[in-house]
DNA sequence: GTCTATATATTGATAGAC
DNA sequence: GTCTATCAATATATAGAC
């Protein structure tokens, strides 16, 4: 792996991330990059060819960057799932709403494209759900018995992609504070849910809806 | 207000919502209109300021082409909720995932902007939630005392942009109906809560879960 | 008001020296 | 492998005739 080639990827993550995949130029990813000249193309034919890599290079920043430090800020299978929000929550406040999701970003932006790209996007989809679901079944029996766990992490994927974009339309993190807040009413009445009337019912009540 | 500048603003409007804005020329907007030339600019200065126009435009859209029919298609204030999100999904499927929401789009693609256009995003999404806002007022008996209305539009703003996101990134249905059928099953466990345990609590089951 | 013609900058991509 | 130099296309925006 040629250590050039690494510091193109590198800044074309970082760049796609911040700008998008149009308003940015090969001309300031071969800036960024200290590569100068179009040598770029001896590593990559295209432009989007190079967004293919970039798209598999997310794969991994979701470990390093969102998962990882999510997982270990809570031991509690629920909790880790709202952890995760919280760290989308902690790149939105600490970019200044520069950061959203990358994966999301480029859902909207790449309407047409390569089915390279469009594969790209549904893997790195998969695998954020499949993270959310291990632990959602983790947590199977605090759940009511005929939850569909796969579609209630692709709701929490819905969730943070939309709240992650009305947040950074608005430039405010109320609208995602709120929307987690929803989130986790949901999540109250599920784990409050039993199939009939018990005594910790009463966990169903108009006070988990307020709560700020 | 001349017929031209009407024909320059329908062709941005579709053309924004279709390819982005960035990826709409002047020159596509120019040819889409029959405005040979650069004649666009005696009614706009730069681009931006056409999208700033747009926006405003898209609130009337809203109106035409989404609230009006919902509305028209359910009495009841909760069931209207339902088809605003049931026109969305119509607009995925009709188009193949082309058209998606435009204002959805824009706010993950103006990252950098002028004020003006922050304040069109910001005033359209404000319009949307309280039309949403409106129809949970008139369903205020059936939800939980305690709930807060203008957070639960939101939510439900948040959870059409993040489904419509996932769905056109997947290029398929499944992901927007699953997050609709999970909003549903939230909204029938509010409107089933009670303070205490009462006889129809029993629709708290599993059974509303696992609904396709 | 609408047009033609054009200025100016930037884009993605290529050719070829070293 | 990395560079310089450059191509051809396209972008937004402007000037000025009619």
Same mark, same amino acid.
């Given at each position: 792996?040629?250590?050039?080639?690494?510091?193109?990827?590198?800044?074309?993550?970082?760049?796609?991330?911040?700008? /998008?995949?149009?308003?940015? $130029?090969?001309?300031?990813?071969?800036q960024?990059?200290?590569?100068?000249?179009? &040598?770029?193309?001896?590593?990559?034919?295209?432009?989007?060819?190079?967004?293919? =890599?970039?798209l598999?290079?997310?794969?991994?920043i979701?470990?390093?960057? #969102?998962?990882?430090?999510?997982?270990a /800020?809570?031991?509690?299978?629920?909790?880790?799932?709202?952890?995760?929000?919280?760290?989308?929550? &902690?790149?939105?406040?600490?970019?200044?709403?520069?950061?959203? @999701?990358p994966?999301?970003?480029?859902?909207?932006?790449? =309407?047409? @494209?390569?089915?390279? #790209?469009?594969?790209?996007?549904?893997?790195?989809?998969?695998?954020? &759900?499949?993270? #959310?679901?291990? @632990?959602?079944?983790a947590?199977?029996?605090?759940?009511?018995?005929?939850? !569909?766990?796969?579609?209630?992490?692709?709701?929490?994927? =819905?969730?943070?992609? /939309?709240?992650?974009?009305?947040?950074?339309?608005?430039?405010? #993190?109320?609208?995602? !504070?709120?929307?987690?807040?929803?989130?986790?009413?949901?999540? !109250?009445r599920?784990?409050?849910?039993t199939? &009939? @009337?018990?005594?910790?019912?009463?966990? =169903?009540?108009? !006070?988990?809806?307020?709560? $700020?």
């Amino acid at each position: 792996m040629s250590e050039t080639r690494q510091r193109i990827v590198a800044a074309a993550t970082e760049l796609f991330h911040r700008h /998008g995949f149009q308003a940015t $130029s090969l001309a300031a990813i071969q800036q960024h990059a200290d590569v100068r000249g179009g &040598s770029l193309y001896y590593f990559f034919r295209t432009k989007e060819e190079l967004l293919q =890599v970039t798209l598999e290079r997310y794969s991994e920043i979701l470990d390093e960057a #969102i998962m990882d430090p999510a997982f270990a /800020g809570a031991e509690d299978p629920i909790e880790r799932v709202f952890e995760v929000l919280g760290q989308y929550r &902690s790149m939105l406040v600490a970019t200044d709403f520069a950061l959203g @999701c990358p994966i999301g970003n480029l859902a909207v932006e790449m =309407v047409e @494209c390569g089915p390279e #790209i469009r594969e790209g996007l549904i893997g790195d989809f998969d695998l954020w &759900s499949r993270k #959310i679901e291990a @632990c959602l079944d983790a947590a199977t029996d605090r759940l009511p018995p005929g939850v !569909d766990r796969t579609r209630l992490a692709g709701f929490v994927l =819905v969730v943070m992609e /939309g709240a992650v974009l009305v947040a950074r339309g608005r430039r405010e #993190i109320k609208p995602f !504070d709120d929307a987690v807040a929803q989130l986790r009413d949901y999540f !109250d009445r599920l784990t409050a849910a039993t199939p &009939s @009337c018990e005594p910790d019912a009463g966990r =169903v009540g108009p !006070d988990t809806t307020n709560a $700020s």
